[in-house]
């Protein structure tokens, strides 16, 4: 069966340092892949795509990998700050469905 | 612009009560969907709305559950009997659909908390 796992460990780090969030997945081959990040007590919020055919997207402070043979995506911040700190969810997608992982949560420490 | 909007934010009912939840899509989302989340877990989808075409039900308990979007915009999701396993965030979100792209991002709405006791 599809299987999608992100770090269920917070990741902390300090400001003002990148923070690296991963995503694997296994049995799935998915179009594309998104991020969403997710404030306590609010839906997800729409971050980056990336199609299964680009390696890397970028947008501000953040920079999506994906690597199909790996099976993986790497979500970077850099120069992170306190207001990042938020859960992470990837989320894989093929025929207008979306299948998310459990999400990551980064604290950003000043 | 308003986003999606979900009522009511927070419900709390015994077991075996009936319990509905509503929906408004953002203006111009053809696709509408339903997901429950529970704690420290990523949405999972309950239902999959084109326009008023229910074009993916088969993670919906359809013993209890049930949806409806009858005129293709707002759209309602009933539980009847709820059960303690119930208990979990329900979201409702909408995008744009297949007539704009393959690849459509989700916009969500706030959700429901349910509490079942």
């Known amino acids: 069966s599809q299987k999608i796992e992100q770090n269920s460990e917070a990741l902390n780090i300090q400001e003002g340092k990148t923070a690296t969030l991963t995503c694997n997945y296994t049995?799935?081959?998915?179009?594309?892949l998104q991020w969403y990040r997710q404030d306590p007590g609010r839906g997800p919020v729409f971050l980056l795509l990336i199609r299964e055919n680009e390696k890397e997207k970028r947008k501000e402070r953040l920079k999506v990998t994906f690597d199909t043979t790996l099976k993986q995506s790497l979500f970077h911040i850099t120069a992170s700050q306190p207001a990042d700190s938020a859960t992470y969810l990837c989320a894989l997608g093929g025929f207008q469905k979306l299948v998310f992982g459990t999400g990551t949560r980064l604290l950003v420490s000043p | 612009e308003a986003g999606v909007v979900q009522s009511p934010r927070y419900k709390i009912i015994e077991k075996k009560q009936p319990v509905a939840f509503w929906c408004n899509p953002i203006?111009?989302?053809?696709?509408l969907y339903w997901y429950l989340q529970n704690l420290g877990q990523g949405p999972e989808l309950l239902i999959r709305?084109?326009?008023?075409?229910?074009?993916?039900d088969s993670q919906l308990p359809k013993d209890r559950f049930s949806a409806e979007r009858l005129k293709g915009v707002d759209s309602t999701l009933k539980i009847q009997p709820a059960e303690l396993g119930d208990s979990a965030v329900y979201l409702c979100?909408?995008?744009?659909?297949?007539?704009?792209?393959?690849?459509?991002?989700?916009?969500f709405g706030p959700g429901t908390r349910l509490t079942v006791l």
């Open positions: 203006s111009g989302h053809n696709t």
């Open positions: 709305y084109e326009n008023e075409e229910a074009v993916d």
């Open positions: 979100a909408s995008s744009l659909g297949l007539a704009a792209s393959s690849y459509n991002e989700q916009f």
């Open positions: 049995n799935y081959s998915p179009a594309y």
